[in-house]
């Protein structure tokens, strides 16, 4: 690393959680050990697996983004895209920029996303006329001559990951850099990490980051019950996300959406910023073993670029999935860089997995015990996994000991990505 | 001006035109085409029937038992296949001498394609004879029973990047980013910055992708991008041509090793060129089409310029990003225009999209390794079905033959879906 680095802090928050749509309500619902998780609404979820989730109660982009041109771009957006534009112009509110206020060509996005799912209806008619006699089968044959005109024109771009990003450049005209990183859980974390590289290379001085993800959409909640590891506990949805609990029995899905204004520390001083945190420490690597070794050797990256020791680091906000195998696998690593003392917290236990969006509204938890100065409690890790030997912070609110909080996310196959963030003490 | 220099030390690719970077370099100088009727699926009565597809591809020609990975899409499949090629022509498969921690991933590379039948079927049964409503709880009773869990898990983009770090064991830092058609261009452009900055030894990057199936097809026919010359599949993809009617949809992927320089000494590795320049920004226009006046495409190249410390005349080719659309030739012959001025008419440009079709999310990649084989041999590749000029285009594209000329720097641009540009500028390595 490069020993003239330009510093990098956060000047602006945006989260749309199922327990709060603006920092100050999001963070006291979770030092409230508020629960996000119900019964799914937007559909009758009978069928599924995992019938609760953590949808967010209302959301109304009309309220934040009032300009009638921009307003016309929402029927060319899925939800997801929607919630990742309204995040962005939240953070970039909180951070008191305006268009016109910055050089739009040093200024850049980055989102993490994940697959969007097409809604329904949108591809129901065009399924229906091109169906073979009443048992269903399809015909391709009459969907290319007739079921596609039963597509709206625009379908293909209301559903393409790097629409966040896009919607984000065109509406709050950054012109820089643009990059969507479509890492399942890991996404929002490297794309905050890349664009905190091209602020430290000089080539931007502000970046909206961030990370965008709702699968309250019946494809998405039929595709993920095939494949991931969901909770059975339907009965009692506000205990079903269980991290690093003896009994966990797998994620609920969530919906969030969580941005970042990051600037260059002496243009944020420039404009008289308030700093919430500084960026001190990023990697990323790929734990093939899937033992938490390399997982390990990443964080311990992370703090050595950030120039912190493991001891000063106040907590680990965990990936947390309560599935069999990821819990353990983390708390491995967390155990081998940290020892058995170090608090570890999880918030999907609140608010549900929202796979790309879960480093962006995770780590905007942590900033906000940071700035607060004190650290909300894990929800549900009621029976200590010992599996799982590491220090999960269940016990109330306690004050924020130590300078540096490390986030830290994963997928399933290995990619990790590890945030160093530190306290601003001006 | 840049403290570590990134050189590239092998290459592979899986395309319309061939199964390796030679075929895939010597086809595009005979300006064969790989255009033809879509055998993916029936596609018959769509607008567009036909696309550029990859012809006889056996992942079991590429890699051993080949059945772990018969859920996964043709995307992670080409990708598999294309990164062997690479890490074996540089001499990093299986070479343990190298600390696999400091080899890294970056991909831009698509999602598998759905499950068309199941998923329309599920979606026929929920919808009323009369209307457009989809009824969910129908919806996930067939749909629940129909899908498989394993494809549907292998559609996640994730996977692809995953799976190609896990088979060959590379163990440093994995991304994959979605930047539509500049995917791969950016996962290149980024993967240099990635070892610039010391993260990693050598990056494996690239990208793979098809969107040769029927949600595809429909997509983007219904945006009007794809061509429809269907009576004449191999005349279609005619950028640059006053009678463009669009893009041909193609597919395949293709790999470059981008490795530090003396790490790519000390082991004594060959290297084909050298990375010197990468430029990124956002036209922050509109989601449907690209700047007029190519805004962002201008900002895009110059910034790779100035990224590699060169002058425009420093430039001797462009493989154009070309789609064939009216809009973007258009637009991208006014950027280089506006970059380049009077040099600009001296200047050849090219489009290998006349002969691959469009790879989306692998094009970028594929004609940066044109550029590299360019190079390499003193032959630009040509724009093939170039007949009639158009007078908003009126450079030289090197119209229908291949032609020789001493390149030693080439400038690669893609230009994707909502504004995304991205530039490359490639070297003959001198040391």
Same mark, same amino acid.
């Given at each position: ?28 619902? =979770? ?20 019938q609760? #989730?953590?949808? =967010? ?29 309204v995040?962005?112009?939240?953070a970039f ?5 305006? *268009? #016109? ?5 040093r ?8 697959? *969007? ?11 229906r %006329? ?6 269903g ?7 290319g001559?007739?079921g ?8 293909? =771009? ?5 629409m ?6 065109i ?17 929002s ?12 290379r ?21 595709? @993920? ?6 909770s ?5 949805p ?20 969580g ?5 260059e ?28 070794? %390399? ?8 703090? @050595? ?9 106040? @907590? ?8 069999d ?9 967390i ?12 918030i999907?236990?609140?608010? #549900?997995?929202a796979?790309?969006?879960?480093g ?32 999960? @912070?269940?016990? #109330? ?22 945030v ?7 | ?12 690719a899986?395309t319309?035109?061939g ?13 064969k /085409? ?7 699926f ?28 018969k ?14 090629q ?8 299986d070479?343990?001498?190298?600390d ?8 831009g ?6 499950? &068309?039948? $199941?998923?329309?079927? /599920? ?15 129908? &919806?996930y009773k067939?749909s ?22 896990a088979?060959y064991?590379l ?5 994959t ?17 990635? !070892? ?14 098809s969107m ?8 983007? $026919? ?18 640059f041509?006053?009678n ?17 320089l ?8 060959? !290297?084909?060129a ?27 190249i110059k ?5 590699a ?9 462009v ?17 280089i225009?506006d ?62 033959r ?16 909502g ?13």
């Open positions: 690393m490069a020993a003239a680095a330009r510093r990098v802090v956060f000047t602006g928050l945006g989260v749309l959680t199922p327990i709060g749509s603006d920092p100050d309500t999001y963070f006291a619902a =979770l030092c409230d050990r508020k629960s996000g998780i119900r019964r799914l609404t937007f559909a009758d979820p009978s069928a599924l697996i995992c609760v #989730g953590g949808e =967010l109660p209302e959301f109304k982009p009309n309220t934040v983004i009032t300009n009638k041109e921009h307003r016309k771009a929402f029927k060319m957006m899925a939800r997801t895209v929607q919630m990742g534009l995040a962005a112009t939240m509110r909180d951070a008191r920029l305006e *268009i #016109g206020q910055i050089d739009p060509d200024a850049g996005v980055e989102f993490g996303a994940g697959m *969007i799912a097409s809604e329904l209806d949108d591809l129901g008619r065009a399924s %006329v091109s169906m073979v006699g009443t048992d089968a399809v015909s391709l044959g009459l969907w001559e007739r596609i005109k039963d597509v709206p024109p625009l379908w293909m =771009l209301k559903y393409l990951p790097n966040p990003s896009c919607h984000v450049s509406t709050l005209d950054l012109r820089g850099p643009s990059n969507t990183i479509t890492a399942s859980d890991a996404a974390l490297l794309a905050l990490g890349e664009a905190y590289r091209i602020l430290q000089d080539v931007a001085d502000v970046f909206v980051v961030g990370g965008t993800e709702s699968k309250m959409n019946p494809l998405s909640q039929a595709r @993920h019950n095939l494949f991931q590891q969901l059975r506990r339907t009965d009692d506000s205990k079903a996300h269980r991290p690093f609990d003896r009994d966990r029995d797998g994620s609920v899905l969530g919906e969030a959406a941005s970042f204004v990051l600037e520390l002496e243009h944020a001083k420039k404009r008289g910023s308030r700093i919430y945190a500084e960026l001190v420490g990023y990697a990323c690597g790929f734990d093939r073993a899937r033992d938490g070794l %390399v997982m390990a050797k990443i964080i311990r990256t992370a703090l @050595h670029r950030a120039g912190a020791k493991a001891d000063e680091v106040d @907590h680990v906000n965990a990936q947390g999935l309560a599935t195998r990821s819990d353990p696998w983390e708390a491995k690593a155990r081998d860089v940290f020892g058995p003392k170090t608090p570890v917290w999880a999907k236990g609140n608010i #549900g997995s796979g790309a969006a879960a962006a509204v995770e780590l905007a938890a942590s900033i906000l015990a940071l700035s607060h100065g004190k650290l909300p409690p894990t929800l549900n890790c009621e029976n200590r996994d010992p599996e799982c030997p590491i220090q999960v @912070h269940i016990d #109330g609110v306690r004050a924020v000991a130590k300078p540096y909080a490390v986030k830290l996310n994963f997928t399933d196959k290995g990619q990790v990505g590890v160093v963030v530190k306290r601003w003490e001006g | 001006m840049h403290s570590r220099r990134v050189v590239i030390t092998g290459m592979g899986i319309p035109l199964h390796s970077v030679q075929e895939l370099y010597a086809n595009q100088l005979e300006g /085409s790989g255009a033809g009727p879509i055998f993916r029936d596609g018959h009565t769509f607008p567009t029937n036909f696309a550029s597809q990859v012809k006889d591809f056996d992942l079991a020609k590429h890699i051993r038992e080949p059945g772990r990975f859920e996964s899409g043709l995307n992670t499949k080409f990708a598999l296949a294309a990164a062997k690479a890490l074996a022509d540089a001499n990093l498969l070479n343990a001498k190298v696999r921690t400091t080899l890294g991933v970056y991909l590379s698509g999602e598998g394609s759905h499950d &068309f039948p $199941n998923l329309t079927v /599920s979606l026929a049964l929920a919808c009323p004879a009369d209307g457009f409503k989809v009824d969910p709880t129908e &919806f067939h629940l029973h129909s899908f498989g869990a394993a494809h549907e898990y292998e559609m996640e983009m994730h996977t692809t990047s995953g799976h190609v770090a088979e064991d163990q440093g830092p994995n991304y980013c979605q930047t539509a058609c500049a995917a791969s261009g950016q996962a290149v452009g980024e993967a240099l910055e990635l !070892i610039r900055r010391g993260e990693a030894e050598a990056v494996l990057t690239g990208g793979s992708h040769i199936h029927p949600f595809g097809v429909t997509g983007f $026919n219904l945006l009007t991008t794809l061509s429809m010359r269907n009576d004449e599949p191999t005349k279609a993809s005619r950028p041509d006053l463009r009617d669009g893009f041909v949809l193609g597919e395949g992927a293709g790999m470059v090793m981008l490795e530090e003396q790490h790519a000494r000390k082991r004594k590795a060959r !290297i084909y050298e990375l010197i320049g990468y430029g990124t920004t956002a036209d922050a226009y509109r989601v449907t089409d690209s700047h007029p006046e190519g805004r962002g495409a201008i900002a895009c910034w790779a310029l100035k990224d410390g060169l002058q425009p005349t420093d430039i001797d080719y493989n154009a990003h070309g789609t064939s659309t009216q809009v973007n030739d258009r637009a991208e012959t006014i950027a225009k970059v380049f001025g009077e040099y600009a008419y001296k200047l050849p440009v090219s489009s290998s999209k006349s002969m691959l079709g469009h790879l989306i999310c692998a094009a970028g990649v594929v004609e940066l390794i044109t550029c590299v084989e360019t190079i390499r041999n003193g032959v630009m590749v040509p724009t093939i079905n170039y007949e009639t000029p158009d007078p908003d285009c009126d450079l030289d594209y090197v119209p229908n291949a032609r020789e000329k001493k390149v030693s720097r080439a400038l690669s641009n893609s230009f994707g879906f504004g995304q540009n991205v530039s490359l500028i490639v070297s003959r390595f001198v040391d």
